[in-house]
Structures are given as structure tokens and as C-alpha cells.
């Protein structure tokens, strides 16, 4: 996921004392890419750290000393967390169980298991995959206040909200700006400079390196976030392994969509739900986007674009082929 999918437009016009930055870093696992309009100091090397704070004192699991670290460590104990943590656990959980777990964050070892990002990614045994399943469920995780028990066995693993996360954090730091993680996760805070609307690409989960599909425009304080089967994937016998795993089977989940992407007006949420419409399909998303006031295009291998209402006239179709249905 090292595709930056913002369009900022022509560069605008800007109020007088008002420069424009644009960086681009490391963070996350993820490239960084931030379009700032500011009077100030340039606040990209601040974004940068704050981000891979997050990333090492919060989600890593591969940095020993983060907090899901420690709890996945002491699974079958308690462990007190942070206000933070516990703050985004409460809300997770609750996503979980609304999404009826096709969002679930204890695929931890699963996730392990799969290695998508590793070196050399196979397609695990079904004996070894099952074995994990029996260690995966929302439900395995019982929160009291900032306690947190998971079940022996059980491992969290928060990559599916993680950039989102760390759209709210920054969010809360930033005026006037584009922050975008990996091209999946997007924010917009404010008005632009010359007041145009903030624009967002939409990859084509099919011709990543070419044109755009298209382009949503977002309003200043809300957040975009894209779930798809292109972002992270091994072919094998010409299937595709992707990265978003079904957590009843274990498998990556091949339903059809390509990608998935919602806007809605936090950065958690946001990423959470794309993840968990993307497992759920478009009818069983439905009653989600609504429970959660989020809007969404769904993207299938038919290049058929489904958009839900609210968005109709914000979504812009790029690209020949594709044909564009209300939701
Ligand atoms: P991105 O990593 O581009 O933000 P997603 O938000 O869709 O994409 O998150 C996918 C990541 O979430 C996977 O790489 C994996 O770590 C984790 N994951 C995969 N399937 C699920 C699922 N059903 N529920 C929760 N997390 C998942
Ligand atoms: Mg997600």
C-alpha cells in the first residue's frame, strides 16, 4: 500500500501568508503524505512522530514494548491499558459485534499465519489455519474499564484500524490540510486556502499503476478510508491471496468486490468499517453504513461502481469500462 491517491487539484490559490507543504514519510508500515496549508512552522516532521509513536507505544506487534504487544504477551491475564487504548478497544469491540465479527480483531495469528508481507507469502495448510480459528472471536476479549483480559491463546491485531487511528490523532493536531496514510486512509481538516473542495482518488483495484476510477470530494472533518484486494496480495495458481481475511474461514475474502471505500467522520470508523463491508458484501454492509451515518463505494470484478446515495454527486467516474449504479 504505497500508492499516494490524493489529488489536491491545481495548486490553489493561497491566502496571502499561507504556504503549502507537502511531504511524504514513513510511518506505519505505510507511506506518509500530507499537504499542508499553513502560516506556521512546518509540521511534517511532528506528523511523522507522532505517527510512529502510535505505531511503537500503541499498535505494533512486532515492537515488544507497544501495548498490544504486551497484551497479546499476557494472553489469558489482565492487562491495564492506557485511557487511549481502552478508549479504541471500547469501540472496536463494538464494531466488532455490529459487524456480526466480519470485522474481528483477534485474526492476529492468522494474520501471522498468512505473512502477506513477508518474504516469500504461501497459502497456509487448512489443518494449520483451523488450528488458529479456534483462538479468533471479538468475543475473546473482555474489557473492564481499562483491564483488558483476552482469552489465553488469543492475539489482537489492529491493522485493519490502525491507519485510521492515527488519522484521528493527527487530525486533532492539524489545520487546513490533506493528511492521507498509504493512499487508504485520508483525512481532510478545514477549507483549502482558495476554499476548492478537497478531492480524494480512488484507485482502480485493477490498473493500480494507471488512471484513476475516479474521485470523491470530502468536506473538511471527514475521513476516507479504502479496504481492497489490491493493496496487499501474492497470486498463486492464479488465484488472489489478499489481505482482508474472512474471520469464519480464515481465507481471504472473494466475494466479488475489489474495494471498498468510506467516508465518514472519524478515522477509526472509517477504517474499520471498509474492512468489515468489504467482508460483509454490499447488501449485508447496508444496515451497517446506516447504523454508522457512512457512506460508501463499493467497487466489483464486474467494474461495476455502487455508490451509495449521499455520495452520487460527490463521486467523479474517471475511467472508461466502469459503470456507475446508485447503492
Ligand atoms: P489497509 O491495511 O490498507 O488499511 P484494511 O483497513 O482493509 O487495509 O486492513 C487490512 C488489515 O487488517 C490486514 O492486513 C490485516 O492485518 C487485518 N485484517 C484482515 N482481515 C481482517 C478482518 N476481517 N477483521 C479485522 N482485521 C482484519
Ligand atoms: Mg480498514
Redesign the pocket.
Known amino acids: 500500500?504505497v500508492l499516494c491517491g490524493t489529488l489536491t487539484g491545481a495548486v490553489p490559490v493561497l491566502a496571502k501568508d499561507a504556504e503549502k507543504y507537502t511531504n511524504t514519510d514513513f510511518a506505519m508500515d505505510t507511506v506518509v503524505s500530507e499537504t499542508l496549508y499553513t502560516t506556521g512552522d512546518d509540521l511534517n516532521t511532528e506528523i511523522g512522530n507522532k505517527l510512529r509513536e502510535i505505531e511503537s507505544g500503541l499498535l505494533s506487534w512486532t515492537d515488544e514494548d507497544s501495548q498490544i504487544s504486551k497484551l497479546n504477551a499476557a494472553a489469558g491475564e489482565t492487562t491495564e491499558v492506557s485511557d487511549e487504548l481502552a478508549g479504541y478497544l471500547a469501540k472496536i469491540e463494538q464494531l466488532a459485534g455490529d459487524s456480526d465479527g466480519?470485522?474481528?480483531?483477534t485474526?492476529g495469528k492468522v494474520?501471522r499465519l498468512w505473512n502477506?508481507d513477508g518474504e516469500d507469502p504461501h497459502v497456509p495448510e487448512a489443518s494449520e489455519l483451523d488450528a488458529l480459528l479456534k483462538d479468533v472471536g471479538y468475543q475473546k476479549v473482555t474489557l473492564d474499564g481499562n483491564k483488558v483480559t483476552l482469552a489465553k491463546d488469543t492475539t489482537l491485531?489492529l491493522?485493519?484500524?490502525?491507519?485510521?487511528i492515527g488519522c484521528g490523532v493527527i487530525s486533532e493536531f492539524l489545520k487546513d490540510q490533506i493528511l492521507n496514510l498509504?493512499g487508504?486512509?485520508v483525512f481532510a481538516y478545514g477549507q483549502k486556502p482558495d476554499d476548492s473542495p478537497w478531492k480524494v482518488a480512488v484507485s482502480d483495484p485493477r490498473d493500480t499503476e494507471g488512471e484513476y476510477l475516479g474521485a470523491i470530494t470530502i468536506e473538511g472533518g471527514e475521513f476516507l478510508?479504502?479496504?481492497?484486494d489490491y493493496?496487499?496480495y501474492f497470486m498463486e495458481d492464479g488465484k488472489r491471496y489478499h489481505?482482508?481475511?474472512?474471520?469464519k474461514t480464515g481465507y481471504p475474502v472473494w466475494n466479488g468486490l475489489t474495494s471498498v471505500t468510506i467516508i465518514c467522520d472519524q478515522g477509526y470508523l472509517a477504517?474499520g468499517l471498509?474492512?468489515?463491508c468489504?467482508?460483509l458484501g454490499m447488501d449485508a454492509a447496508k444496515p451497517l453504513l446506516e447504523k454508522y451515518d457512512a457512506e460508501a463505494v463499493f467497487v466489483d470484478e464486474g467494474k461495476n461502481v455502487y455508490v451509495t446515495s449521499g455520495l452520487m454527486d460527490k463521486f467523479e467516474l474517471m475511467k472508461d469500462g466502469y459503470i456507475v449504479n446508485e447503492l
Do not use: R
Open positions: 500500500a466480519a470485522f474481528d480483531p485474526l494474520i502477506i491485531d491493522g485493519a484500524v490502525g491507519k485510521g498509504g487508504s486512509s478510508s479504502t479496504s481492497g493493496e496487499k489481505h482482508i481475511l474472512d474471520p477504517d471498509s474492512t468489515a468489504f467482508v
